[in-house]
């Protein structure tokens, strides 16, 4: 499946002291333009099924074009299936846009920080105005509404020592899909780095009790790295789909592969009127990779690490897309510590446990054809194990 995302402008209602996008120009949508960028991506290669995310800057600094862009789909393609996305700092949300959302079944990304100190630590309106309360009662709404939503929690340096009582924070207010997101500019001093592990001890521990109790929620940098931790890739890097299958169009029509170089005119593979060149996109991986690869070569959690994953972030980093940051390798470390101790209490625990939380990962492991790690063998066997002892 093609995934499309629309930059509706690159200008933005907030100045977060950690935003990467550092644009020069400020694009806005037109009319005319979001029109032959929806008549492409409909007509790129005619897949029934794609992904539209909008983004931005603040997307909803041209909600207009976005009722427009969904309704004219719908009017001119409506044989066709599409997932919608929405990333958005929630400010400018009201209850005819949540309607439509859940209307059009979109799927939120909400950049929120946490309690009201540290949100508004980084995440700073343009006018100096707070509207943190308005904020909180949007996402709430979208909570109350059903909507599929992740609270985007951004971890920068001077919020490390608060990660622990945010995630409290967002969990007792029924915010329960949460991603941390690490700040590309994050640097480590021996201090904070401490600070970082004792955090996510804590966050660990939260999760393992809350989880036995069934108050169920989600951190994507536990869920989500369980099947990179149960998965065995050969030890190699297994950069995602950036230009082959996902692609970002700018206001101007210019096409680019990934969210982290769509300030680089260089990382342009193609536009609306010439359609998409994926042999470019494929070129900028390789004229950008390291071939002596040092540094993660013989890592020990290379299967695991996000480094070996997002390539174009790993590049505004170091200038090379297999080759992480130094403090997104210091992360990957602490995390994989965690997720090894989070398998390692399930294994501990009895067969209904680890069906419920490990089952679903080894079998679609095993239906995708792929090999299992040290632990995902361990959890199969004990899989195995457990119902031969029903019988």
Known sequence: MNNFTLY????CNFKCRYCYENYQEQYYLTEE????IIDFIMNYENKEKLSLSFLGGEPLLRKDLIYQAVNYIKEHYSDRIVKYYITTNASLIDNQFIKFMKDNEFTIRLSFDGNKSTHELNRVKKDGISCYEKILANINEIEKQKLPYSVRMTIVENTISSMFSNICFLHENNLNNICMIMDVNLKFTKEVYTDFEKQVEMILDYYIQEHMNNNIFSIDQIDGKIFNF???FGNCFSMCDAGIQSYKIMPDGNIYPCAF???NKEFIIGNISEGINTDRAKELVLLNYDKEDL????????DFCHGMKCGYMNYICTGKVNIPSDAECQCEQIFYIAVEKLIKFYLEQNNLEVEKKLGKFIEFIGKSGLELSTYGKQVERKLRNDAKCKR
Do not use: G, P
């Open 8 to 11: 509706m402008t690159t200008d």
């Open 33 to 36: 333009i979001l029109l032959k």
């Open 230 to 232: 149960l998965c065995d």
């Open 261 to 263: 170089v769509t300030n």
């Open 295 to 302: 540094k993660c070569k013989k890592c020990n959690i290379r």
